[in-house]
């Protein structure tokens, strides 16, 4: 492993800050001591630094040797939000925050990028600029679609944007990146079947919307198994049903709620065009109706096949090609997926280990992403912050050699 010595040498004092932002966990857009410790830190080294964009966020900005003259950008991301949960670790660095936790690992993951922001601000060796994005709300609150729309790639041009994802259960010293889908789109459906009430002992004079929401909830999966191509991935999941309040009362309504994932915008058109057919049908084979909500929440995560590759390269260039794997695609969603959306790149995973690193007073729970036991492993900070600064330096001399 070829970790940069200067990284190694500064991991104990990042790994402190780390600590720190993991005891004062902040939910999305509430990041204002998050923000206010990225920025001092960059600052204090000598990093100008943008806030505010997107509520909350903090954008680095760090100029090569021309001071940025060529025109050449490259933007780096890890984002800073908690979740809305427990901890149930109780080691010194454990959330002081009742009901906040840093269960994804935004606490690492802004640490790694404060490490090799460190690095860059001694060596500024390449032309061209680093932008250093300091995300909030990617828990749900879309801060990279609300970066973005505070003029993110307008104020700071940028021809790639990179992203990371500690990824627990394999080996520390191990990556994963694949060109192609990586994670899911995100959506969310409510309806509402509206039939009419009557007593349970009497059905023939109501219209019951229980058993139309069971044949619902069977016709949505013939949508997955005969209606999209079987090579593509999607899932429908009903996840909530809620109807009636007696035991001896047909309800006059029922809600389904859940959530669709699909790795293409094509097979998310048509689900959603499906399930509202297939809901409205059924309904009016039953005589009722039915209020038919879709939301569609994070778009899917879609690594640009040359940006892919070329992270690729470069972990194979510190890890070794044995350690740089497959990235098998998730159903779970990330809002990194807008950024790819307007500028090519690549989502990276960097393995977090099994648990193991985890000090006396952790929960007794898995080392998984949104567990309470959870805790990022600080062996991956010299690591990931290597890695940053390999990709950003190769990829700004790789875009000068090209350059006519």
């Known amino acids: 492993m070829k970790l940069i010595d200067a990284i190694l040498h500064d991991a104990a004092s990042i790994s402190a800050i780390r600590k720190d932002i993991h005891a004062h966990p902040e939910l999305s857009f509430e990041e204002v001591r998050t923000a206010d410790v990225v920025a001092q830190q960059l600052i204090e080294w000598g990093i100008p630094v943008h806030r505010g964009m997107g509520t909350t966020g903090v954008v680095g900005i760090v100029h090569g040797r021309d001071g940025g003259a060529c025109g050449r950008g490259i933007g780096l991301r890890a984002d800073m939000d908690a979740l809305p949960m427990q ?28 490490a090799a922001a460190k690095h860059f601000a001694k060596h500024r060796d390449f032309d061209g600029t680093v932008y250093l994005i300091f995300q909030p709300a990617e828990e749900g609150g879309g801060g990279a679609r609300e970066m973005i729309k505070d003029g993110l790639f307008e104020k700071f041009p940028m021809q790639a944007v990179f992203g990371m994802h500690n990824w627990p259960g394999g080996a520390v010293g191990t990556f994963a990146v694949s060109p192609g889908p990586v994670m899911a789109s995100s959506n969310e459906f409510k309806i509402t079947i509206r039939g009419k009430g ?22 949505f999966q013939t949508i997955i198994t005969r209606n999209k191509k079987p090579v593509d991935a999607g899932v429908i999941s009903v996840t909530m049903i809620h109807a009636g309040e007696a035991t001896n009362v047909v309800p006059d309504s029922c809600e389904l709620q859940g959530t669709v994932r699909t790795f293409s915008i094509e097979v998310l058109d048509l689900i959603e065009a499906r399930m509202k057919q297939v809901a409205e049908s059924i309904c009016a084979a039953f005589e009722a109706t039915c209020d038919f909500e879709f939301e569609r929440n994070y778009p899917p995560t879609i690594n640009s096949a040359a940006e892919a590759n070329f992270a690729r390269q470069v972990m194979t260039g510190i890890v070794g090609e044995a350690n740089v794997l497959v990235q098998e695609p998730t159903m779970g969603a990330e809002d990194f997926s807008y950024m790819l959306q307007a500028k090519p790149g690549a989502y990276v ?28 492993n600080d062996d991956l900070i010299p690591l990931g912050g290597t890695y940053w600064v390999e990709l950003a330096t190769q990829w700004l001399s790789q875009a000068a050699q090209s350059k006519p």
């Open 87 to 114: 901890e149930f670790n109780t080691f010194a660095h454990a959330s002081r925050h009742h009901g906040k936790m840093h269960s994804c690992g935004h606490d690492g993951h802004t640490a790694m990028l404060l």
């Open 198 to 219: 009557s007593h349970a002992a009497l059905p023939h004079n109501g219209i019951d919307p229980v058993p139309i929401a069971c044949q619902m909830v069977q016709g």
């Open 349 to 376: 995973f960097i393995s977090n280990g099994d648990g193991a690193h985890r000090e006396m007073g952790h929960g007794g729970g898995p080392c998984t992403l949104h567990n309470p036991s959870y805790d990022f």
